[in-house]
Structures are given as structure tokens and as C-alpha cells.
DNA sequence: CATATAACGTA
DNA sequence: CGTACGTTATATGC
């Protein structure tokens, strides 16, 4: 059968662009890309919406139409035509090309004609087929098109985001808006056009404008009787007739564009299903979408080949005395893996171990490994010659490590990898890497397979060995797909050579764990506790005794600025401040004895805080083992938790205290501490070139009171301490992206003041000012910032409309080089100072790292030998314009280490 | 019970 | 209205 006689041609037409645009706006950018950095929201949601209206409503012929870039003939009637619309979004970029790639897959006709908009082509062909008898459907958002509506001309009005449609037919227009559709443009020259620009008469809207059409017939009617219409509408529109005029000039829809005529150019029924699932897998569209393309697209009414769902090989659980010989046969060349297993407060604890490759798939329970077996899964795990991945490789290690299995032959990390490209990105536990880049569900796909096996034989499988060889699979496929993109963001040097090398040195940390001191920190918090009670009695005294909870701001703001009446300093979200600096202001301003007593609250507070934290991650062994995460943060540096050991104590005398818990591990003889000094501002003057800032480092003279010396214009001698901290203030601010304004607020001296220093520095330091002015240029030219060694941070944010996004976009674009090449260069630094202690067969091991700063236990007699070692490893991590300088302090705890 | 907010510790 | 983090207690919403 034939659809060629027109009679029976049911033709869908849809307007590309306002389409696509409305899919774009309905789905979130960020969620939807093809793995390479291109949004692919509005391509998805245009590609559901024609699937969807093509199942549902059976067209036997399909047109898409899409304006062209550059001015129409409207734009030469009115020069203000479509003016004042936003500029596109960076994301919507490309996704037309897309759009018309799957339509050309699809079989579907797209057509452009020059001079004309996408309406025109739509209302010509609107036109022609219903003079043929035929039955037109038009998709679109924009309402010029509710003038085609006819008896066989039905519009099709996106409701909400793209998939949900309102069928407006003339009774349905007439019961909308009062009138037949071919009235509608009358109605919208009255009522005018916000979306193009097109002001009607003030004052009217679409009842009035109704109500006249009614009354008078239509709009000729209403101009010759305009003179007769009372009132301020009658007379606004008197006013505006000129204006309505040409929105009506402007709105009527072209009939007559000349066209492709034969009915057959538009059949639908020519698509590729081969071409659309290449073009599907390109865009990352997973599998829901393909199963959902109708037959109806594709030649011969064939259905869509679907992506074959991976044949898994079968999950096999060798006995032990199958293992040695499965190890060799079938994961010689290597394996994916995945476990089930713990580490916690030091202890690992492997229980099952997933091994995957493309033909073989094995899970195996440690508990039931003999000797024999084991060993040989020893020596397989260890060989570094047989690659391995995981999606954390650092926790498959401490887990094996439990069982006193060490790994070796580490190639990918995947959740290191997924980081290196998208370091902005939340990390995802491995069913969402799955889900992200796969398309799959990793816990809906096993327990599929896990019911087809219930049906057929009992083979000894169970559902949880089945899930975690589903699991191992993954791996194995991310894996690949993951080294590729490495490559496309020019980070698989810092994935192979930096940062999975180091999760293995990191790991060792961990293991190792720091010692603290329980008894010290139980001792610091009885001292804390009896002074918290006093202050807090003696707050309450200063509020007739009333015992408010003095850790809730929420009472607090009621006292303080409601009971107390003290004045109102800044505000938060929800209510006025009463974070320090504002207590402090208000102290200094009231010296009410209670807002003095509630800092005291405060700082005993937390430090009791910090002190119950820390001693509920202290082992049975005494030793406190933090997590170092290698994919949080965004700059590169590390991150600790569980507890954070990256944020003791140590601006305060009172708060240092707590570092002298640290140390003294049984058979280490001391603790040393080294660290950068001001790798940041060295990493400014490499960066930069500035020669003055380069000469203040290479003259050995204090940094700070160098700068300052020059910003102030005194001999170095003369420099007073305003001066170094006004400076110093400048310059680790500027690397922060520091606004006058915040640099007023921070040294307490009015914006000119701070403007003005600013200025000072800048004149004396114009390579600083050059450098930060040029990297953000660069990275808005390029899309992402970079470290010293290449490592990318991505900022769409810096071209954007919106003027706080921006902004913030751009102080980061000047922290993150710098941030960034010191955290390259300290994991540099543990790297070398790893390898150093090996070389020279030290027991002296690395316990810490704080950015910018190493903390080590120091063997008996290795103090002079470690000395060297950091001094070298950290000193020469990485050679820059200035040199690095390590500062270095031994003790018998943390807080005696320090220099 | 889970999430948000304000606060505050570090580099 | 400077960057990068983690942890906590309180408050709020489900």
C-alpha cells in the first residue's frame, strides 16, 4: 500500500527549533551528555517527543522544518523583530546538527528554506495537503500556528516539558479563545507578541481583543470602527493602530513556499535501524529509547536491532582445586574485579572476590579457598604483571589486605579515572558509574538474570555471587570506556603515572594508621569540660538565669537581638548572624559579659567536638586510620574523612593542644613535620613570570615583607607589621579571586582603602596582574583551567548569562591552577619521598599529608637519613622558575614537631 | 528518619 | 561580595 494518494496522507509536521528549544528547557543539561562533553538534552527529548507522537497518532508522513541562522524577510519588514531574546545557552550549541542526524536515521524529511521560518514551511505544507484532501498534524509550541487549525488541520500543543500534548482542533480553539482559529492572528496583532517582539495595544489583552473580533467580525472591521470604541481600550488602540497593523502583517503565515510536492518525499517508513543504533550508541542514548522507536520509521516496517544486552558469560565458582588452573587459563592476561568486603577502623576483611573478562566470568568465597588455592590466588593478585582494575582499587586492596593478600598490577581505577574527567562531578558508587555510562542497572539486571536461572537448573549459583559478577563485568567494560575518554582529556598520564601509583602509596598510609593518645585527649576534654560548664553558668547568669541552648542559633539570635536588644549585625538566609565575627563586632561595640561568655562557650565547645570525634576513630591498637580521597576534590587535592585529619587544630594555643595526642608510635622514635613554604605563592611566580615576585623569592628575603616593601615603597627594614599582613592578605587573596570589597572586610579598612592597595600591588607586580587576567581568558577560550601537569578543571560557568555564576566561575578559574599545580606537586612529592625510603630501606613511613604538608614516624637513628629524604623528594618534586622551600620539624608528638 | 543550615576547624 | 574541604548540632520536612 501506498500513501501517495493523497486522500489518505496523514502528514505530521513539527517545528524543529521551538521544539528542540522546549526539550532543552524540560531536561536538565548536565544529566544528559555523549560521555565527551556535549549536552545532549534537547537531542534526547526532541528524539522521545517524535517517537512518542509517531506511535501514538500513526502518521503515514512526517516533515520536520527549522529556521536558518541570519535574518528572514520579516526581519526587513521590522527591524525589531525577535529582538531582545537571550542569547542561546552554550549547551543548546550543536544539539540541532544532532537533532538532524537522528532525523536522517529516522527516515524523517527536514527541510530549511532560506529567507523564510520554520512556520512558513510548516503552514505551506499545512495547506497543500488539506487542499488534497489529505490530514495535517502540526507540532509546535508557538502559537502563530493556531491560524493553520482547520477542519484537517489539527495542532498538536506541547502542555508540559515535550511528551505531553493538547489537541487543538477549531472547537477547541473557539472554546480557548472565543474565536474560530482563522481569527487567531487578528487576536495576537491586537493582543501583540512578546516572544517576537511584536507590542500590541496596551491595555488589551485576549478577552478585549476577543470581544471586538466577535463584535466587529474581524480586524479590517475593527480598524474601520475603530473611532466608535469608548473607553481607555478603545482609545489605546486608536493609538496603536500602526502597531497592530504590522504585528498582523508580520504574523499571517506563507501558504505558498515552494516545496518538494510529491507526497512521497515525506513517507515515513526509510529509516536505518543499523545507522540509528550506531548514532544512539554515539549519543549514549541507553537502551529504553531504542526499544521504544516504532517499527513505523524504519524500511520495511523492520523493528529497531537493539543493542544486544551483554551475554554474560557463566558465573563460575571454582572449587579450590579447579583455581590454580582457572587463574592461568582464563585471567593469565588479567581481570576485572570486583568484592564484597569491609575496611573499617584499619581492619579489611575480604570476603568475595569477582574476576571478569570478555569470555570468563568466576566469583570466588575466600572462606572456601584450601591452602593450595589460596596461595595460588596469592600469587595471582600479587603478580604485577597481570593487569587488574577495579572501581576502587585503594578498598579492594585494604579489604584483600585483611586477609593478607597484597595486590599488584593495579591498571585502572575507575572511580580515579571517572574523576579525572569530570572532577566537578559528584563521585558514584559503581551501579552509578554503570548507570551514568552503561545505560544499565546493575542491581535490576542481576536480579533478572537471577530469575531466569531460578527457572532453569540449579547450578549452585546464588543471587549475590550473580549480582557481584554482573558487578566485575561492569568494571571490565567501564574500564575501557573510561582509558578512552582518559585520552580524549589528556589525563591518562596523570591517571597511570600519578594518581594510581599514589593511591597505592595513600593506601599504605592508611593501613598504617597515625598513633593518638587516648589518654591525652580523655584529659584535654575533662579540662574542657569544667571550663564549659563555667562559661556556660556564667552566660546564663547574664540571662536571669535562663539555660537556653547555647549551641542553637536559632535561640540564640532571639537573645541577643530580640531580649538583649543588641544591634543587628549580618544577615543569613534565614535570620541575622551569630557566627564569631559578628560576636566579636558586637562585643566590641555592647562589651556585654555574655556575648564574651558565649565565644568562650563556643571555643571550648568545638574543641571538645574535635576531641570526642577523634577518639571515636582510635582503633584497639591506638592508631587513628583516616580515609584520603583522590576524587573530591575538584582542584586535585586530597581529602580526609572518618575522620578528617586535615582540619586539627593549630591557629590556637588551646586548640594545638590536641596535636600533642599524635605520635609516639611504639618503636618509632620521633615525629617529623614538612612542609612547603608558600607553594602557592611560588607557584604565582612560576606561573606568572612576574620578576618581581621571582627575585622575592630567589632573594631569600621574607616574602611578605618583600612585597610589602615594594607595594609600600620603604626599605624592607622599614616594613611594620600592618604593612606584611596588608600584604600578605593581598596576595594569598588574590589567588582566591579576592574583591575589593572582601579585602575591606577582611583587613577591616574602608573599599577605597582596599581598592587602592590593590591597585599599589598591582602596579608593582603587573605580571601577577597579567597572569590572573589571561588565565581566566584562556579558560573561557578553552572551556577548562589547568594545573602544571595538565590536570583540567571544566567551568561552562564562565560564559555564562548569569552574572553570580559567572563571577564565582571565574574566582575559580583563578584558585584552581594554583590550588591545583600544589596538590600536583606534593603528590609528586610523596611519590619521590615513597620511593626514596625504599631505596634506602627505612622504616622511617609517611602517616599524613595536610596540602601542603608531610607528617612522618621517624625510626630510631633515622632522623638525619629522613631529613634527606623529604628535603629531596619534596624539595624536587617538580622544577619550577623559583625554588621550592621545605621546612622541617621533629618531635615526640605532633604539636613538638612543629618548626 | 533524611536533608538543610549555620557554625567552625584546616590549607 | 576569595578557593578547597569535613564534621557537628539543631532545625525542619517527610
Given at each position: 500500500?501506498?500513501?501517495?494518494?493523497?486522500?489518505?496522507q496523514?502528514?505530521?509536521?513539527?517545528d524543529?527549533?521551538?521544539?528542540?528549544?522546549?526539550?532543552?528547557?524540560?531536561?536538565?543539561?548536565?544529566?544528559?551528555?555523549?560521555?565527551r562533553?556535549?549536552?545532549?538534552?534537547?537531542?534526547?527529548?526532541?528524539?522521545?517527543?517524535?517517537?512518542?507522537?509517531?506511535?501514538?497518532?500513526?502518521?503515514?508522513?512526517?516533515?520536520?522544518?527549522?529556521?536558518?541562522?541570519?535574518?528572514?524577510?520579516?526581519?526587513?519588514?521590522?527591524?525589531?523583530?525577535?529582538?531582545?531574546?537571550?542569547?542561546?545557552?552554550?549547551?543548546?550549541?550543536?544539539?540541532?546538527?544532532?537533532?538532524?542526524?537522528?532525523?536522517?536515521?529516522?527516515?524523517?524529511?527536514?527541510?530549511?528554506?532560506?529567507?523564510?521560518?520554520?512556520?512558513?514551511?510548516?503552514?505551506s505544507?499545512?495547506?497543500?495537503?488539506?487542499?488534497?484532501?489529505?490530514?495535517?498534524?502540526?507540532?509546535?509550541?508557538?502559537?502563530?500556528?493556531?491560524?493553520?487549525?482547520g477542519?484537517?488541520?489539527?495542532?498538536?500543543?506541547?502542555?508540559?516539558?515535550?511528551?505531553?500534548?493538547?489537541?487543538?482542533?477549531?472547537?477547541?480553539?473557539?472554546?480557548?479563545?472565543?474565536?474560530?482559529?482563522?481569527?487567531?492572528?487578528?487576536?495576537?496583532?491586537?493582543?501583540?507578541?512578546?516572544?517576537?517582539?511584536?507590542?500590541?495595544?496596551?491595555?488589551?489583552?485576549?478577552?478585549?481583543?476577543?470581544?471586538?473580533?466577535?463584535?466587529?467580525?474581524?480586524?479590517?472591521g475593527?480598524?474601520?470602527?475603530?473611532?466608535?470604541?469608548?473607553?481607555?481600550?478603545?482609545?489605546?488602540?486608536?493609538?496603536?493602530?500602526?502597531?497592530?497593523?504590522?504585528?498582523?502583517?508580520?504574523?499571517?503565515?506563507?501558504?505558498?513556499?515552494?516545496l518538494?510536492?510529491?507526497?512521497?518525499?515525506?513517507?515515513?517508513?526509510?529509516?536505518?535501524?543499523?545507522?540509528?543504533n550506531?548514532?544512539?550508541?554515539?549519543?549514549a542514548?541507553?537502551?529504553?529509547?531504542r526499544?521504544?522507536?516504532?517499527?513505523?520509521?524504519?524500511?520495511?516496517?523492520?523493528?529497531?536491532?537493539?543493542?544486544?544486552?551483554?551475554?554474560?558469560?557463566?558465573?563460575?565458582?571454582?572449587?579450590?582445586?579447579?583455581?590454580?588452573?582457572?587463574?592461568?587459563?582464563?585471567?593469565?592476561?588479567?581481570?576485572?574485579?570486583?568484592?564484597?568486603?569491609?575496611?573499617?577502623?584499619?581492619?579489611?576483611?575480604?570476603?568475595?572476590?569477582?574476576?571478569?573478562?570478555?569470555?570468563a566470568?568466576?566469583?570466588?568465597?575466600?572462606?572456601?579457598?584450601d591452602?593450595?588455592?589460596?596461595?595460588?590466588?596469592?600469587?595471582?593478585?600479587?603478580?604485577?604483571?597481570?593487569?587488574?582494575?577495579?572501581?576502587?582499587?585503594?578498598?579492594?586492596?585494604?579489604?584483600?589486605?585483611?586477609?593478607?593478600?597484597?595486590?599488584?598490577?593495579?591498571?585502572?581505577?575507575?572511580?580515579?579515572?571517572?574523576?579525572?574527567?569530570?572532577?566537578?562531578?559528584r563521585?558514584?558508587?559503581?551501579?552509578?558509574?554503570?548507570?551514568?555510562?552503561?545505560?544499565?542497572?546493575l542491581?535490576?539486571?542481576?536480579?533478572?538474570?537471577?530469575?531466569?536461572?531460578?527457572?532453569?537448573?540449579?547450578?549452585?549459583?546464588?543471587?549475590?555471587?550473580?549480582?557481584?559478577?554482573?558487578?566485575?563485568?561492569?568494571?571490565?567494560?567501564?574500564?575501557?570506556?573510561?582509558?578512552?575518554?582518559?585520552e580524549?582529556?589528556?589525563?591518562?598520564?596523570?591517571?597511570?603515572?600519578?594518581?594510581?601509583?599514589?593511591?597505592?602509596?595513600?593506601?599504605e598510609?592508611?593501613?598504617?594508621?597515625?598513633?593518638?593518645?587516648?589518654?591525652?585527649?580523655?584529659?584535654?576534654?575533662?579540662?574542657?569540660?569544667?571550663?564549659?560548664?563555667?562559661?556556660?553558668?556564667?552566660?546564663?547568669?547574664?540571662?536571669?538565669?535562663?539555660?537556653?541552648?547555647?549551641?542553637?542559633?536559632?535561640?540564640?539570635?532571639?537573645v541577643?537581638?530580640?531580649?538583649?536588644?543588641?544591634?543587628?549585625?549580618?544577615?543569613?538566609?534565614?535570620?541575622?548572624?551569630?557566627?564569631?565575627?559578628?560576636?566579636?563586632d558586637?562585643?566590641?561595640k555592647?562589651?556585654?559579659?555574655?556575648?564574651?561568655?558565649?565565644?568562650?562557650?563556643?571555643?571550648?565547645?568545638?574543641?571538645?567536638?574535635?576531641?570526642?570525634?577523634?577518639?571515636?576513630?582510635?582503633?584497639?591498637?591506638?592508631?587513628i586510620?583516616?580515609?584520603?580521597?583522590?576524587?573530591?576534590?575538584?582542584?586535585?587535592?586530597?581529602?580526609?574523612?572518618?575522620?578528617?585529619?586535615?582540619?586539627?587544630?593549630t591557629?590556637?594555643?588551646?586548640?594545638r593542644?590536641?596535636?600533642?595526642?599524635?605520635?609516639?608510635?611504639?618503636?618509632?622514635?620521633?615525629?617529623?613535620?614538612?612542609?612547603?613554604?608558600?607553594?602557592?605563592?611560588?607557584?604565582?611566580?612560576?606561573?606568572?613570570?612576574?620578576?618581581?615576585?621571582?627575585?622575592?623569592?630567589?632573594?631569600?628575603?621574607?616574602?611578605?615583607?618583600?612585597?610589602?616593601?615594594?607595594?609600600?615603597?620603604?626599605?624592607?627594614?622599614?616594613?611594620?607589621?600592618?604593612?606584611?599582613?596588608?600584604?600578605?592578605?593581598i596576595?594569598?587573596?588574590?589567588?582566591?579571586?579576592?574583591?575589593?570589597?572582601?579585602?575591606?572586610r577582611?583587613?577591616?579598612?574602608?573599599?577605597?582603602?582596599?581598592?587602592?592597595?590593590?591597585?599599589?600591588?598591582?602596579?608593582?607586580?603587573?605580571?601577577?596582574?597579567?597572569?590572573?587576567?589571561?588565565?581566566?581568558?584562556?579558560?573561557?577560550?578553552?572551556?577548562?583551567?589547568?594545573?602544571?601537569?595538565?590536570?583540567?578543571?571544566?567551568?561552562?560557568?564562565?560564559?555564562?548569562?548569569?552574572?553570580?555564576?559567572?563571577?564565582n566561575?571565574?574566582?575559580?578559574?583563578?584558585?584552581?591552577?594554583?590550588?591545583?599545580?600544589?596538590?600536583?606537586?606534593?603528590?609528586?612529592?610523596?611519590?619521590?619521598?615513597?620511593?626514596?625510603?625504599?631505596?634506602?630501606?627505612?622504616?622511617?613511613?609517611?602517616?599524613?599529608?595536610?596540602?601542603d604538608?608531610?607528617v612522618m614516624?621517624?625510626?630510631?637513628?633515622?632522623?638525619?637519613?629522613?631529613?634527606?629524604?623529604?628535603?629531596?623528594?619534596?624539595?624536587?618534586?617538580?622544577?619550577?622558575s623559583?625554588?621550592?622551600?621545605?621546612?622541617?620539624?621533629v618531635?615526640?608528638?605532633?604539636?613538638?614537631?612543629?618548626?
Amino acid at each position: 500500500m501506498s500513501a501517495s494518494d493523497t486522500g489518505d496522507q496523514r502528514i505530521l509536521l513539527i517545528d524543529g527549533h521551538a521544539m528542540a528549544f522546549r526539550a532543552f528547557f524540560a531536561l536538565p543539561a548536565d544529566g544528559f551528555s555523549d560521555g565527551r562533553g556535549q549536552a545532549t538534552n534537547a537531542v534526547y527529548g526532541f528524539t522521545r517527543m517524535i517517537i512518542n507522537v509517531v506511535a501514538s497518532e500513526k502518521p503515514t508522513h512526517v516533515a520536520v522544518a527549522f529556521d536558518l541562522p541570519g535574518g528572514t524577510f520579516r526581519d526587513r519588514i521590522y527591524d525589531q523583530y525577535k529582538g531582545g531574546r537571550d542569547e542561546t545557552p552554550p549547551e543548546f550549541v550543536g544539539q540541532i546538527d544532532l537533532i538532524m542526524q537522528v532525523l536522517d536515521a529516522l527516515g524523517v524529511r527536514w527541510l530549511t528554506v532560506e529567507d523564510y521560518e520554520a512556520d512558513d514551511i510548516i503552514a505551506s505544507l499545512a495547506h497543500r495537503t488539506a487542499t488534497e484532501g489529505g490530514e495535517a498534524l502540526i507540532v509546535t509550541s508557538d502559537r502563530d500556528a493556531i491560524q493553520l487549525v482547520g477542519e484537517s488541520v489539527t495542532l498538536l500543543q506541547p502542555v508540559k516539558g515535550v511528551t505531553e500534548m493538547r489537541r487543538m482542533n477549531p472547537a477547541a480553539i473557539e472554546e480557548k479563545y472565543g474565536i474560530p482559529p482563522e481569527r487567531y492572528s487578528d487576536l495576537a496583532a491586537l493582543v501583540g507578541e512578546s516572544a517576537d517582539n511584536l507590542p500590541g495595544v496596551p491595555g488589551v489583552g485576549p478577552k478585549t481583543a476577543a470581544k471586538w473580533i466577535v463584535q466587529y467580525g474581524d480586524l479590517p472591521g475593527i480598524i474601520a470602527h475603530a473611532g466608535e470604541i469608548k473607553g481607555k481600550a478603545g482609545q489605546s488602540l486608536r493609538d496603536h493602530i500602526a502597531d497592530v497593523e504590522r504585528n498582523r502583517l508580520m504574523n499571517a503565515a506563507v501558504l505558498d513556499l515552494e516545496l518538494p510536492a510529491d507526497p512521497e518525499h515525506y513517507t515515513l517508513g526509510r529509516g536505518d535501524g543499523t545507522v540509528l543504533n550506531a548514532l544512539f550508541d554515539e549519543l549514549a542514548f541507553g537502551p529504553t529509547i531504542r526499544k521504544d522507536v516504532p517499527a513505523d520509521f524504519l524500511a520495511g516496517g523492520a523493528d529497531v536491532p537493539q543493542a544486544p544486552a551483554r551475554e554474560l558469560p557463566p558465573v563460575q565458582r571454582p572449587a579450590s582445586a579447579e583455581l590454580p588452573e582457572l587463574l592461568t587459563s582464563a585471567f593469565g592476561e588479567g581481570a576485572a574485579l570486583a568484592s564484597d568486603g569491609s575496611w573499617v577502623l584499619g581492619q579489611g576483611d575480604l570476603r568475595r572476590l569477582a574476576l571478569a573478562t570478555d569470555d570468563a566470568l568466576a566469583v570466588l568465597t575466600l572462606a572456601d579457598l584450601d591452602d593450595a588455592a589460596e596461595r595460588a590466588l596469592a600469587a595471582w593478585l600479587e603478580d604485577p604483571e597481570i593487569p587488574k582494575s577495579a572501581h576502587d582499587t585503594k578498598n579492594l586492596a585494604h579489604q584483600a589486605r585483611g586477609r593478607g593478600l597484597r595486590i599488584a598490577g593495579w591498571r585502572t581505577d575507575l572511580a580515579i579515572a571517572e574523576f579525572l574527567c569530570r572532577p566537578d562531578q559528584r563521585p558514584t558508587d559503581l551501579a552509578g558509574l554503570t548507570l551514568r555510562h552503561l545505560q544499565e542497572d546493575l542491581q535490576v539486571e542481576a536480579a533478572a538474570a537471577q530469575q531466569e536461572l531460578d527457572l532453569g537448573a540449579d547450578d549452585g549459583s546464588d543471587a549475590e555471587a550473580e549480582q557481584l559478577g554482573r558487578a566485575a563485568d561492569a568494571v571490565l567494560r567501564l574500564e575501557r570506556l573510561l582509558r578512552s575518554e582518559l585520552e580524549e582529556h589528556a589525563a591518562l598520564s596523570l591517571h597511570d603515572d600519578l594518581e594510581l601509583p599514589l593511591s597505592a602509596v595513600i593506601g599504605e598510609l592508611e593501613a598504617t594508621g597515625i598513633a593518638v593518645s587516648d589518654d591525652v585527649l580523655a584529659g584535654l576534654d575533662q579540662e574542657h569540660a569544667t571550663k564549659q560548664t563555667e562559661v556556660a553558668e556564667s552566660a546564663f547568669s547574664h540571662l536571669d538565669g535562663d539555660r537556653i541552648n547555647l549551641g542553637s542559633p536559632k535561640q540564640l539570635q532571639e537573645v541577643l537581638y530580640e531580649r538583649l536588644g543588641l544591634p543587628k549585625g549580618r544577615r543569613t538566609k534565614t535570620g541575622y548572624s551569630t557566627n564569631a565575627e559578628t560576636l566579636v563586632d558586637l562585643f566590641e561595640k555592647t562589651q556585654h559579659p555574655f556575648l564574651a561568655d558565649l565565644l568562650a562557650h563556643r571555643d571550648v565547645t568545638k574543641m571538645r567536638q574535635i576531641i570526642d570525634t577523634l577518639r571515636r576513630f582510635i582503633s584497639p591498637e591506638g592508631r587513628i586510620h583516616t580515609t584520603f580521597h583522590q576524587n573530591i576534590a575538584a582542584t586535585g587535592r586530597l581529602s580526609s574523612n572518618n575522620p578528617n585529619l586535615q582540619n586539627i587544630p593549630t591557629r590556637t594555643e588551646e586548640g594545638r593542644r590536641i596535636r600533642s595526642a599524635f605520635g609516639n608510635s611504639a618503636g618509632y622514635h620521633a615525629l617529623l613535620t614538612a612542609d612547603y613554604s608558600q607553594i602557592e605563592m611560588r607557584i604565582m611566580a612560576h606561573l606568572s613570570e612576574d620578576a618581581g615576585l621571582i627575585e622575592a623569592f630567589r632573594s631569600g628575603e621574607d616574602l611578605h615583607r618583600f612585597v610589602a616593601s615594594r607595594v609600600f615603597d620603604v626599605e624592607p627594614e622599614e616594613v611594620d607589621g600592618a604593612m606584611r599582613s596588608k600584604t600578605k592578605a593581598i596576595s594569598y587573596g588574590l589567588a582566591y579571586g579576592l574583591s575589593a570589597f572582601g579585602l575591606a572586610r577582611q583587613l577591616h579598612i574602608s573599599q577605597g582603602e582596599a581598592t587602592a592597595l590593590r591597585d599599589g600591588y598591582f602596579e608593582r607586580f603587573g605580571g601577577v596582574r597579567d597572569f590572573l587576567r589571561e588565565s581566566v581568558e584562556k579558560a573561557r577560550a578553552t572551556g577548562y583551567t589547568e594545573t602544571i601537569l595538565g590536570r583540567r578543571r571544566y567551568l561552562p560557568d564562565l560564559t555564562s548569562d548569569n552574572r553570580q555564576r559567572r563571577e564565582n566561575a571565574e574566582r575559580v578559574a583563578l584558585n584552581s591552577p594554583i590550588q591545583g599545580s600544589a596538590a600536583d606537586i606534593i603528590k609528586l612529592a610523596m611519590l619521590r619521598v615513597d620511593e626514596l625510603l625504599r631505596e634506602k630501606e627505612l622504616t622511617s613511613r609517611v602517616l599524613l599529608q595536610v596540602h601542603d604538608e608531610l607528617v612522618m614516624d621517624v625510626a630510631e637513628g633515622e632522623e638525619a637519613q629522613v631529613r634527606e629524604v623529604v628535603t629531596e623528594g619534596m624539595g624536587s618534586a617538580f622544577e619550577l622558575s623559583v625554588p621550592l622551600e621545605v621546612g622541617i620539624g621533629v618531635g615526640p608528638n605532633w604539636l613538638e614537631a612543629a618548626h
